[in-house]
């Protein structure tokens, strides 16, 4: 996750034969299986699983959509879904945060219990959607920084709004329910593309995979709301868009007269040591935005 160099770093640091070190990983990609080498020496690896494979108590359903031709109508099915199962537990996974903010708002429009959690928020509203979603039975509507290193009790129903790029990202957005004995169902929302995908990782899994029927007479109720919430959204986008310029500003302002305040004592400051390049810093800080700017 663009830690690597530090890790290592540390990792010379505190190179021990007295200390006891273990990995723990949902997957093990060779990247991780490299830093383990260099952290363990002669290790015992204990694997629960090979490959892909979930939950024994976890059942994966996939609602089939044809072409679709219009975002629209997969976001109906969505909101169908959501109304259907409001009294349950529920995690909710989209691909980008645009997305993710987007059914937010529908979500408030509708009057369903819901909170987000994406990188656009700050880490005081990532908190609390994490404690809300915890305390009360809600919708919780997050990319994959939910994905991972996050323990939510008792979520009866994970949705995926469409199919993950690496079935590791499966793995890891399915675990969030069916954890520790519990009962746990997972739905995707499938074009036919993906659909064939996923039953090719399904087969060698040797899993079931299930159908989900629809109702789209329906669904085809939630196209109205679903375009009228449209209509509302980009009001709210402007005003959102307009108290963030706002905000920038006056951080601008206040970094302006703290500099013109505390020059002398900002600039004698000692420079900041690195353990890597400016040009290392810069390549690592590239790939890690490509990596993480849908999340």
Request: aromatic share 10%; with cysteine; hydrophobic share 40%.
């Amino acid at each position: 996750m663009g830690f690597k160099n530090e890790i290592e770093e540390i990792l010379n640091f505190t190179a021990s034969s007295e200390r006891q070190t273990l990995l723990f990983s949902a997957t093990l990609s060779s990247a991780i299986e490299n830093i383990g080498k260099l952290a363990l020496k002669n290790p015992l690896r204990v694997d629960i699983s090979k490959g892909f494979q979930v939950a024994n108590n976890l059942r994966q359903e996939v609602i089939k959509l044809k072409t679709i031709k219009s975002e629209r109508v997969k976001e109906s099915v969505l909101l169908e879904l959501l109304i259907e199962e409001h009294d349950k537990r529920i995690v909710v996974f989209f691909p980008t945060k645009f997305l993710c903010h987007k059914f937010y708002h529908y979500c408030a429009f509708q009057g369903l219990n819901a909170v987000e959690l994406h990188g656009n928020l700050s880490q005081e509203q990532r908190v609390y959607s994490f404690n809300f979603f915890n305390k009360n039975i809600s919708i919780l509507l997050a990319t994959d920084i939910a994905a991972r290193g996050l323990d939510f009790p008792k979520v009866d129903l994970v949705i995926n709004y469409s199919l993950p790029v690496e079935s590791t990202q499966y793995i890891h957005r399915v675990g969030r329910t069916a954890r520790a004995g519990a009962v746990g169902v997972c739905v995707t929302l499938a074009n036919e593309d993906e659909y064939r995908l996923m039953k090719q990782m399904i087969k060698k899994s040797k899993e079931t995979l299930y159908s989900r029927k629809m109702d789209f007479s329906k669904v085809k109720n939630c196209i109205p709301l679903i375009r009228d919430f449209e209509y509302r959204y980009k009001l709210i986008l402007k005003k959102e868009r307009l108290e963030k310029e706002l905000c920038t500003a006056e951080m601008e302002a206040t970094r302006a007269q703290n500099m013109l305040m505390h020059e002398n004592e900002i600039y004698s400051r000692p420079k900041r040591e690195w353990i890597v390049s400016k040009e290392q810093r810069f390549q690592t800080a590239e790939a890690s935005k490509k990596k993480n700017k849908l999340y």
